[in-house]
Every structure is written in C-alpha cells, then in structure tokens.
C-alpha cells in the first residue's frame, strides 16, 4: 500500500498548477471514497478514515491558498471545514465511548451504574450527531459536491 500523503504520477519538472490539481484531486477522492462507508457504517473506522482525508485536503489547501482566487476558494474551504466539524464531532464521542468501556473496566461490578448512564447519554449524543452527518453527506451527494469541487480544481488554478 502506498504511503497515505503520497500522490501517483507526479513529476518533478511539471508545473507547478498540475502538480496541485493532481494533489488535490486525489485527497479529494480519498476522502470522498470514504463517504458511503461512513453513512452507511456506525463502527467509526470509514468516520475515522474520511476525517484524516478531510484533514489532509485542508491542509494541501492552507498551504496552497495564496494560489487560488479568494472567492473561489471560500466555499469549499467552508463547505470542508463544516464536514470535518461534522466529522469531528462525532469522532470525539466514539474516542470518549472507548474510554468510558475501558474505565468502566477498572471499577467493581455494582458501581457502574453511574458510568452505564454516562455511555448511554454519549451514545445518544453520538447518534443525534451520526444522524446530522449523515443528511449532510446525503445534502452533499445530492448537490453533487465531488462534481462542484473537480469543478472548482479545473477552474481555480
């Protein structure tokens, strides 16, 4: 398996605007290939995955910002930045979950009731949240995002 920052086909002669359709191309795919798996799925391993990707496009854009026009460029760095908010929200109670059962591990059987509430609260949480991201994901297939953002790749640079 390849490395996960590294990019197929790049050469190091190629302009610099190819290189970057090429990069952003592929994190966005990357991160796009995750998205069913995370709407369909309530493991956490394609939330988790699709989060790192989502990062991962964030930070080639930061980096890259000064080559994009301003307003080409703001609505998906906004459009990102709510679904790895999403994201993110949702991670942070499946990482807190983990911790709880672990926890709960560690003191006697009949005091655990107080943690038992606790992991049913936070698993209520999580799931309000799963649920918003999931409509968002579906809001984001359905106004064709990955077409918006190729868009938005061929255009911008």
């Not at 590294?6 to 995750?34: T, V």
């Not at 790192?52 to 460029?73: D, E, H, N, P, Y």
């Not at 077409?147 to 938005?152: C, I």
């Amino acid at each position: 398996m390849a490395h996960p920052w590294s990019i197929e086909h790049l050469a190091i002669d190629e302009p610099l605007k190819a290189c970057l359709r090429k990069i952003l191309r592929m994190r966005f795919q990357k991160m796009w290939s995750h998205g069913a798996g995370t709407a369909e799925n309530s493991d956490g391993e394609s939330l988790h995955d699709m989060r790192v990707s989502a990062r991962r496009l964030q930070a080639v854009m930061r980096i890259f910002k000064g080559v994009f026009a301003k307003k080409k460029i703001k609505k998906q760095r906004e459009m990102l930045r709510t679904l790895i908010g999403q994201l993110g929200s949702v991670r942070e109670h499946d990482v807190f979950l983990e911790y709880l059962a672990e926890f709960k591990t560690t003191i006697p059987t009949g005091d655990t009731r107080a943690i038992d509430l606790v992991i049913a609260r936070e698993r209520n949480l999580r799931e309000a949240g799963r649920s918003a991201l999931v409509r968002h994901l579906r809001r984001l297939k359905r106004d064709e995002f990955d077409l918006e953002f190729a868009r938005f790749i061929r255009q911008a640079l």
